[in-house]
């Protein structure tokens, strides 16, 4: 290294650099200057003194092989850390290109592909001066000529400037430029004015699939010759007119992809210049597909999830896990925004609702985070409208605030619409109406239902009224094959472990139960709180229910809607009821409800008035209980105040065919609306183990009790009869 005018107090620092051909055995080294930047370029690549130093062995180029080229630091005590050099290794016109900045390590290794370089014929390094926005290459250090298993030993000496025999050498002119010189000892001509890049421009490209992206830079003192790396791939560029050079990729998929410009000078010795390293983001839609129900939009990031709200009508798949793991997390999943909305109405019948299909594959969507306590129809989607679908998708460990409407997965669910084989986690809470574990509500008409099945929800939901496990509120719509595991809080009326209120005679729970513990003040259940003209089919509650008054282990309220009356069949009940009045341990009021082949096994808490041990009150003319039991115990504060075994206070309908455990309280099957005890329509038994016998009623069907013991329930040994569909 030599000081020259203007570089004073320069410390100067001697990198090494060892060219190593793997599978060759021979390494070349050159040294090159620790670039500072506060060195004129022109002074820097003046001062640089190179030469090449000789080391034993032989040049020998195996194709079949790969080979590997080392650049390495001369000595420990080198700092390398931030110098940058270029280097490139050509054979047969291909070339491998590559930018180097070391970091603290002591060298770089780079692996050449036979397949790709058939015959390797130079290696060469550059040093980079960085000027403004470019990179100045100073004059390249190189082999040249690689041989083909040709051995020997190569002495180099740069101050001869050839050191005889087969040697190559470089003569270094501190005074002017770096002058390389030809193996015959010549001196070659060099560029004297270094290309230079200019008014860069390019496109970032929204991609579907795979989608174009646009380059073009001016190139002055070139002699034609460019190209673009992208990503470590070299394109050739085309030449527009004069400096004007183009190049068009064509992207496969969404990232940040690293390009530069690459371009040699008008010089026979086609130095070249390389541009400053930029970065080119391809911010796909989409990972991938079209939207059409056969070609469904991938999503592989939160930010592709977010766009789903610019076509509310396209096919969806999920084809990774989404969580707060991901880059793109914040801001959009710690901060959701629902897809599709509600306007501010009762029942969310406006707004724009996302009508297409959107298939999780089985991924999840983990730590989804909405706060929007004055929102109408909060979820993953606020509103899922006519012919919407939402199927096999996870959300794990939610956390959602809202108003009215609010689930975890949808806020409103409208009809038509379908929820498949789908679940979530976490926590749901609702400042008014309708607030669900998945489903904040679900709305259809007559024969236009919206469903929800093979679902679940192990939520905790908290809300002030209409508050369920999976469903806030489901009227005249469909849930089957689903449960809920979560427990829910009530601060006012109709609260239930699996839906809030299921309402009108076409609503229908079938084939699903829920776990959790419900709190809430009046119409509270295990399942649901109220049942208006629909029906429960085998289905179960075994959580605890607490409240005030018409609370039940399975429904509080029972009733018709004047065309249909609500039933529950084939269903059962084993959770402890506590409250205040009107206290049962399967329905707490039941008026024209039927009750057909189910049980409750639960204890009953209570303080007075309408408290039994299946139903709370009965009353309405076609009202019906019938080839049903109870077992629990009943713990009364005022006995007097109509309490039952079977129903607390019976004031219409029928009783027939069914068994109660009397637990010696002096209680009768119920008390008529005169407050008289009777046992009419059911039988009482003292004994807990006649029911483990099957050779008695009901469990011997050939004493003609009416239980169907084929098809519907099942002598269960050592315990009380149990429903078949329970195995």
């Known amino acids: 290294m030599v000081n020259k005018g203007g570089v004073s107090a320069v410390v100067a620092t001697v990198l090494i650099i060892m060219i190593t051909v793997a599978a060759v055995?021979?390494?070349?080294?050159?040294?090159?200057?620790?670039?500072?930047?506060?060195?004129?370029?022109?002074?820097?690549?003046?001062?640089?003194?190179?030469?090449?130093?000789?080391?034993?062995?032989?040049?020998?180029?195996?194709?079949?092989?790969?080979?590997?080229?080392?650049?390495?630091?001369?000595?420990?005590?080198?700092?390398?850390?931030?110098?940058?050099?270029?280097?490139?290794?050509?054979?047969?016109?291909?070339?491998?290109?590559?930018?180097?900045?070391?970091?603290?390590?002591?060298?770089?290794?780079?692996?050449?592909?036979?397949?790709?370089?058939?015959?390797?014929?130079?290696?060469?390094?550059?040093?980079?001066?960085?000027?403004?926005?470019?990179?100045?290459?100073?004059?390249?250090?190189?082999?040249?000529?690689?041989?083909?298993?040709?051995?020997?030993?190569?002495?180099?000496?740069?101050?001869?400037?050839?050191?005889?025999?087969?040697?190559?050498?470089?003569?270094?002119?501190?005074?002017?430029?770096?002058?390389?010189?030809?193996?015959?000892?010549?001196?070659?001509?060099?560029?004297?004015?270094?290309?230079?890049?200019?008014?860069?421009?390019?496109?970032?490209?929204?991609?579907?699939?795979?989608?174009?992206?646009?380059?073009?830079?001016?190139?002055?003192?070139?002699?034609?010759?460019?190209?673009?790396?992208?990503?470590?791939?070299?394109?050739?560029?085309?030449?527009?007119?004069?400096?004007?050079?183009?190049?068009?990729?064509?992207?496969?998929?969404?990232?940040?992809?690293?390009?530069?410009?690459?371009?040699?000078?008008?010089?026979?010795?086609?130095?070249?210049?390389?541009?400053?390293?930029?970065?080119?983001?391809?911010?796909?839609?989409?990972?991938?597909?079209?939207?059409?129900?056969?070609?469904?939009?991938?999503?592989?990031?939160?930010?592709?999830?977010?766009?789903?709200?610019?076509?509310?009508?396209?096919?969806?798949?999920?084809?990774?896990?989404?969580?707060?793991?991901?880059?793109?997390?914040?801001?959009?999943?710690?901060?959701?925004?629902?897809?599709?909305?509600?306007?501010?109405?009762?029942?969310?019948?406006?707004?724009?609702?996302?009508?297409?299909?959107?298939?999780?594959?089985?991924?999840?969507?983990?730590?989804?985070?909405?706060?929007?306590?004055?929102?109408?129809?909060?979820?993953?989607?606020?509103?899922?409208?006519?012919?919407?679908?939402?199927?096999?998708?996870?959300?794990?460990?939610?956390?959602?605030?809202?108003?009215?409407?609010?689930?975890?997965?949808?806020?409103?669910?409208?009809?038509?619409?379908e929820i498949l084989n789908s679940y979530s986690t976490g926590n749901v809470t609702g400042s008014s109406f309708y607030v669900g574990g998945l489903v904040g509500d679900q709305y259809g008409f007559t024969t236009h239902r919206p469903n929800i099945t093979d679902s679940f929800s192990s939520v905790n939901v908290v809300g002030p009224s209409y508050v369920g496990g999976l469903v806030g509120m489901s009227y005249e719509s469909i849930v089957s094959n689903s449960y809920a595991t979560g427990n829910v809080t009530c601060s006012g009326d109709y609260s239930g472990g699996l839906v809030g209120w299921s309402v009108n005679s076409i609503a229908r729970i079938t084939n699903s139960y829920a776990t959790g513990n419900v709190w809430g003040n009046n119409y509270v259940g295990g399942l649901t709180s109220r049942i208006n003209g629909g029906s429960i089919i085998n289905s179960y509650a075994t959580g605890n229910v607490n409240g005030s008054s018409t609370i039940g282990g399975m429904v509080g309220y029972l009733t018709s809607t004047g065309v249909s009356s609500g039933s529950i069949i084939n269903s059962y009940a084993t959770g402890n009821v506590n409250g205040i009045s009107e206290l049962g341990g399967l329905v707490g009021a039941s008026y024209e409800g039927k009750i057909n082949n189910s049980y409750a096994t639960g204890n009953i808490s209570g303080m007075y008035w309408s408290t039994g041990g299946l139903i709370g009150v009965q009353s309405g003319s076609t009202s019906l209980v019938t080839n049903s039991f109870s077992t629990g115990y009943i713990y009364i504060f005022s006995p007097d105040s109509y309490v039952g075994g079977l129903i607390g206070q019976k004031t219409n309908g029928v009783v027939s065919n069914n068994y109660w455990y009397n637990r010696s309280q002096g209680l009768g099957c119920y008390k008529n609306l005169a407050g008289s005890a009777s046992n009419t329509g059911c039988t009482s038994k003292i004994d807990i183990t006649y029911f483990y016998n099957s050779n008695n009623a009901p469990m011997n069907a050939s004493l003609g009790t009416g239980w169907d013991f084929t098809n519907v329930w099942k002598v269960n040994s050592g315990s009380y009869p149990k429903l078949k569909w329970q195995d």
């Open 25 to 417: 055995g021979i390494i070349w080294a050159a040294i090159i200057p620790m670039v500072r930047d506060n060195l004129a370029v022109g002074d820097i690549c003046k001062d640089v003194d190179i030469s090449i130093v000789s080391s034993e062995g032989y040049t020998c180029y195996e194709p079949n092989n790969i080979t590997i080229i080392q650049v390495k630091k001369g000595s420990a005590n080198v700092n390398v850390s931030g110098l940058k050099f270029y280097l490139s290794a050509l054979g047969n016109s291909v070339a491998y290109n590559k930018e180097v900045i070391f970091s603290a390590n002591d060298y770089k290794v780079f692996p050449l592909d036979s397949s790709t370089i058939s015959k390797l014929e130079r290696i060469e390094v550059v040093p980079l001066v960085q000027s403004g926005d470019t990179n100045k290459a100073c004059s390249p250090v190189y082999l040249d000529n690689i041989a083909i298993c040709s051995a020997g030993s190569i002495v180099i000496d740069s101050s001869t400037g050839n050191g005889g025999g087969s040697s190559s050498g470089w003569h270094i002119n501190p005074e002017d430029i770096i002058s390389p010189t030809t193996s015959s000892g010549e001196v070659a001509p060099v560029d004297l004015i270094y290309p230079i890049f200019s008014n860069y421009l390019d496109n970032n490209v929204t991609l579907t699939v795979s989608g174009m992206g646009l380059f073009s830079a001016n190139v002055d003192n070139t002699n034609g010759t460019v190209l673009l790396e992208i990503n470590n791939t070299n394109i050739t560029a085309t030449n527009l007119s004069f400096n004007v050079y183009n190049v068009s990729y064509n992207f496969i998929s969404n990232g940040t992809y690293y390009y530069r410009w690459h371009s040699w000078g008008n010089g026979t010795s086609k130095n070249y210049n390389i541009s400053v390293m930029r970065d080119y983001v391809v911010d796909s839609a989409f990972a991938g597909g079209d939207g059409s129900p056969y070609n469904s939009y991938q999503i592989s990031s939160w930010k592709q999830l977010n766009n789903v709200r610019n076509n509310l009508t396209a096919s969806y798949i999920l084809v990774k896990n989404l969580s707060s793991d991901d880059s793109d997390y914040m801001g959009l999943g710690s901060n959701w925004q629902p897809i599709g909305n509600c306007e501010l109405d009762y029942v969310c019948s406006s707004g724009n609702a996302f009508t297409g299909s959107f298939d999780g594959k089985g991924n999840t969507i983990s730590n989804l985070t909405i706060n929007m306590p004055p929102k109408y129809g909060v979820g993953l989607f606020g509103k899922l409208g006519v012919n919407g679908l939402i199927n096999n998708t996870g959300l794990v460990s939610v956390n959602v605030n809202g108003f009215r409407s609010v689930g975890s997965l949808v806020g409103h669910q409208s009809q038509d619409s």
